[in-house]
């Protein structure tokens, strides 16, 4: 299936862990995002990669760090997990230019 | 700040009626599109309309965008049961690329 995919979907954590979340897309894309969506539905952009590079990096904490290894993957590294850190997060991808994104099926992030 | 507010922030129809959903922004935008996000699923992207355009339809879609106002309309038509679901604008508001989202509108259609 041609789609943005995500892995974990769930993941329950201590806090003061560290956790990395994982992005692919084989949709050929050249840009990738992260976003953010709290307990309201409310849902930020944090960081935003075109061919490998960072373009946008919101106001987040240097805990996380976004790594993009090629086109196709877009990581997002959590250090010393928080409470506030749990919400959903969102990858999508478009090609640039083309403004309607593709999002994946989101990451559910529980902080004990 | 850039932030689309989408209005109303619940809706409740029957079946066959028509959904209407506003999103209000302040600042200028190049388009502005709406996407439908299922419970614990991600956006789906539904419409897109650029600054320079006044109404597109999709199926039973329609969009309306007035500038002047900075408001733009997603009305469902004949909704049906699996029309259920938090509808979000995202404004695009040039070259950094990324969209700006609000809280959205969480619409239930009963059958």
């Known amino acids: 299936d041609t789609a943005v995919s995500q892995t974990p979907k769930y993941l329950v954590t201590q806090m003061g862990n560290d956790k990395s979340i994982k992005c692919e897309q084989n949709l050929g894309h050249d840009t990738m995002y992260w976003y953010k969506q709290d307990s309201k539905k409310f849902l930020k952009i944090m960081f935003s990669y075109n061919n490998k590079e960072l373009i946008i990096n919101e106001t987040v904490p240097n805990r996380f760090s976004p790594k993009s290894p090629d086109k196709a993957h877009l990581n997002l590294h959590i250090n010393s997990l928080e409470l506030g850190d749990s919400a959903v997060y969102f990858c999508?991808?478009?090609?640039?230019?083309?403004?309607?994104?593709?999002f994946g099926p989101g990451t559910r992030l529980t902080v004990l | 700040s850039q932030q689309g507010e989408e209005d109303p922030q619940a809706l409740s129809i029957q079946e066959g009626e028509n959904a209407t959903m506003n999103c209000s922004y302040k600042t200028s935008i190049n388009n502005l599109q709406w996407y439908r996000q299922n419970s614990g699923r991600g956006l789906v992207h539904l419409i897109l309309i650029r600054s320079n355009e006044r109404e597109k339809h999709s199926g039973r879609l329609r969009v309306t965008l007035d500038t002047s106002k900075k408001s733009s309309s997603l009305l469902i038509t004949a909704s049906r049961a699996a029309d259920t679901a938090s509808y979000f604008c995202?404004?695009?508001?040039?070259?950094?690329?990324?969209?700006?989202f609000g809280k959205g509108t969480k619409l239930s259609v009963k059958p």
């Open positions: 995202g404004l695009y508001g040039g070259s950094q690329g990324n969209l700006i």
């Open positions: 999508a991808s478009n090609l640039q230019g083309i403004n309607e994104q593709f």
